[in-house]
Structures are given as structure tokens and as C-alpha cells.
């Protein structure tokens, strides 16, 4: 039974971000119909038997889009993934993140035309719901912004429901000067309402229109949306772009209060639905912003996305110096049991770097961006002012981002660097979460992204299901090569209490060529030594009670007078 507390608290966040043009009276009005909404849908969600998220060790995350494997056409691919899925992955891996499956306009599903359908090419919410009752399901919230070719915004231009009053329009007065921009692209497009001129705000894109929160039933409407997603069986709720949620004029139009108090009231709506779902939040921010989603009380976000870690970790690998990836370690606040980092290296966007800021220069990024274009990147940018922009991303595959440094010119390590870079996703404090096409080894896409002429196209290549089984049953391919390495070390990981995502870490200092930290599981039983040697020279580190420890991943552990020797690129993982 749901208690009058939840509807006080509900109530309490819609004052919090509402009061300033409502009254109470409409408040509770709505409080009113999410308590009977959150009521009606538990019976909902207990009969889909949705599987409970429980965390641990085991815990691991594939993400993946709805035809990342796809067969017969294209058609029904979801089914196609899950068979794939079941032979192949299911051991190593149980929680599936599905990008964005819903019809779509553009932006490889990101651009939303209809939030209670999923694209009949894919599949449909039988699929999810089936695949949900033996794993747990991550799916989008696509909530900043939505497709100019939608039914929303056809309505909102014609002053119809759903969809009047649910995009922003701003006028001349609207101070835009301080608002922080993630594109290039022309933020304010003016158009003609009812034969009055007012801009529409398009923080992404000219198709992603942004969304209108000042108006109570827009947040009424995506709370819907969560709910009807927690109904077919998804457990975990990613909330994409959601810091640019609310804009005031004259501010950065980031990270505003009434974003952080939307993000509470969520919360405290997923924790009075049956099971519990978990809300991530996306947000490609500078490491302080980031952390902030937590919220201060660890009321807001259950995970948050490590967006600090690839940059680092590949600076690190490809200029063979740790100090910087070391000095983040160090300072890595500790999560609290329910809180977690969402820990990633490769995505279906790209290498973020607004989280390296405060950590690498600008002569360091510049030879960071050079040795990247050499290895096949493309560089997206954001727009500062009129006059200036920063590049915002880096669009490449993890194969391709390790594939040469200006110390291994001729890739000689490249599978090795690969592997570490894995290796230390999996052991640091955090959920792990590997994107599909990095199990495999992938390349640039290059071949799409010259007919698409998007750089994130570079990593969003679709495997055909059949030419996929074939290479994973050819032990020489390069496939199966990069395939058994990922997985075998997931294998390896899930039995270790010490990788809990929340058991503790602390940096062990080496030099700038030795990554190091200790994990300490919950109970206090287990440690283990996570050391890996970060260049393309064999290293050696001083170890302590060196008998009193033996390798996880590999029965050799060369000890030479008292020191540990690590091949170039080696990670070894010492337990005792």
C-alpha cells in the first residue's frame, strides 16, 4: 500500500518547481492523479513479472540498438538480438540497454515522434516484455526534446491537444547570451504562431525541438511515459540530455534547480513502483556538474554516467602517462550502496570532452585531437560565441582510438591496449557497461558515414546476425579474437566480491607509466590489485607480500628480485 507520505513528497517537488505560476490548489491536482496513477499501474507492472534489478559483481551492461543485429530484412530485429543474445552474451552480461526504439526522425532514434510505439521494424513491447522477465532492460527517456515531424508538434502549431503549449517559444526579450550550448547549430528558429513571430529552441538539432517543462502537463506526460515503460517490463530509465531540461533567461540554461527538483520527484515516483526502476542520468558535463546528479541527499539519480573516464583512459594509453587518469582516481568521491557509476569507454555518440576539463590542457588536447585524426576521427564541436568553438566530442571507435600511438606507430600493441583499457573498465568502482560493436573489435564505419555525412555513424555500425555467427565460429577472426578477450574477462569478474560496484578503491601510486588501485570488497574479505603497465615498454613495480597474492588472469606472474614485471600493455589482476 502506497502511504500519504509519498503523496506529500510528490506534492512537495511540484511546489518546489512549480509554485512561482500555480497555486496550490492545481498542485495538488496533479499530485492527486500521479498518487492514482503510480497505484493503478503497480497491479500493471506485477502482472509484466519483470525481473528485479539486484546489483552486484555480476552486474553488467550491454548497450545496444533495438537492430544491432539484425536478419530476414531487417524486420522484428529485437527478436534477431535476442537470440544472439541468449548463445552469446547472456552469460556475461544482464542488463540490456536498448537506444532509443521508438518511431523516429532522425538522430539514429533520438528524434522521438512517438513515445508509446516502438518502431514496427524492430519489434514490439511483446518483445520487451518477454525479454525482461529473465533480464533487466535499460530503454530511453528521450526528455529534453522531440521530433519536429511528430504528432506533438504538429498539434502544437495548430493549438491542439496533445501537444499545444508543449514546445518552448521565446520572444526578442529572452537573454540567450550565457546559455551553454553541446552543438553548432543555430539555437533559436523563428516561426509563426497564429500569425505572431516567436522563436522554438532546438538545443540539438533543427528536427529535436525542445520541450516546454514550465508547463506542469508536459512533466505529467513523460511521468506517463516512465510508467507505461515500467508496465512492459523496463527496469532501468536513462534520462537523455536531461540537464538542459529548464531554461530561464539570462542563465546558462543548464543545470538549473527546477531540472534537479524534476529529477527528485522521478525518483521518488520510481520508488513506489513495484520493483523499484532505477533512473540514470546522461549528462556530458564537466566531472562537478556530473556528480551533482546524485543529489546532495543521494536523492536524485541511482547511477550516473563516468563521462570523465574514456577521455582520460585513452589520453592515458595513448601517451603512455597515467598521472592525470591517477589524479581523477584519487579524487573519485565513493558511492553509497543504491548509487553507482555507470562506467563506459565507447558509446554510439562519442568520446565527450567537457568531463576532461579541469584535467587536460589545451596543448594536451591538441595533441590528443592529432594523434586521434590520425587514427581516423572526426571532431564535433559545440559553439562558444559567434566568434569561437570547442570541440565538444570526438567521433572514432575504440579499435580505431587504439589503434597507433607516437609510440607504436605500426599498431604493434593495439589488441593489447585494447584488452587494458577493458580490463580497467571492469575493475574500478561502478557498474560496467561495454557498447555491443566494442565486443567484436570494430572499425570506423567508414563506408556510412560517406553517405550519411554524420560522424557519429563512424561506431553505430548493424551486424547481419548470420555473417556475425559466422566469424564468432572462425577461432582466427578478428571477431572472435577481440570477442573471447571482453568476455573472458567479464567471466573472470563476476566471481570476484572485491568488484562489487561499490566496494572500495584506492589509488596506488607507481608513476606516470603504472595505472594502480586497490578494491576492497563489502565484507572485507577479498582484495585485489588492479595493475596495468600504460606503455609500449615492459615495466616493473615493487611488490609487497608478493607470495601473498596470485593473478587472475593468467597462472605466470613474473617476479624478478622482489619485482613484479609487466609486459607492454600487461594488466594483472592480484588477489588474494
Known sequence: MLSSTVKSQINSKLKNIYSKNFNNKDLRIFSDEIFELIKISNKKILKAKTKKLKISEDTSVVICYGDSVYENGKINSIKSFKNFYNKNLSRYFNIIHFLPFYPSSSDSGFAVKDHYKIDSKLGSWADINNFSKKNNIMADIVINHASSKGLWFKNFLRNKSPGKDYFIKVNKKFDISKVVRPRENRLLKKIHVFNKPDFIWRTFSSDQIDLNFKNPKVLMRFIKIMINLACHGVS?????????????????????????????????????????????TETNLPEKENLSYFGKKNDEANWIYNFTLPPLLIHAFLFEDSSKLNQWIKKLPSTKLKNNYFNFIASHDGIGMR????????????????????????????????????????????FNAFKNTDYDKKGLYSLERYVSAHAI???????????????????????????????RDLNRYKWNKIKLDKFL?????????????????LKIRKKQKAFHPNASMRCLSFGKKILAYKRVSLDKKQTIICITNMSSKSQSVLLANKNKYKNLLSKNVNIIRKRLILKPYETVWLSN
Open 236 to 280: 532501468i530509465f536513462r534520462l537523455d540530455a536531461i540537464a538542459y531540461l529548464w531554461k530561464e533567461s539570462g542563465t546558462k540554461c543548464i543545470n538549473l534547480k527546477q531540472t534537479h527538483e524534476i529529477i527528485k520527484l522521478l525518483r521518488i515516483i520510481c520508488n513506489s513502483l513495484q520493483y523499484s526502476p532505477y533512473l540514470i
Open 355 to 398: 568531463p576532461a576539463e579541469g584535467y587536460l590542457n589545451k596543448n594536451v588536447l591538441n595533441a590528443f585531437f592529432k594523434r586521434l585524426k590520425k587514427n581516423g576521427a572526426q571532431l564535433s564541436y559545440r559553439k562558444i560565441n559567434k566568434a569561437q568553438k570547442k570541440v565538444y566530442e570526438v567521433n572514432i571507435t575504440l
Open 425 to 455: 573498465m571492469f575493475s574500478i568502482e561502478g557498474v560496467p557497461a561495454v557498447y555491443f560493436n566494442s565486443i567484436f573489435g570494430k572499425a570506423n564505419d567508414e563506408y556510412k558515414y560517406v553517405i550519411s555525412n554524420n560522424k
Open 473 to 489: 565460429k572462425d577461432k582466427k577472426s578478428k571477431q572472435k579474437i577481440y570477442y573471447d578477450h571482453i568476455t573472458n574477462l
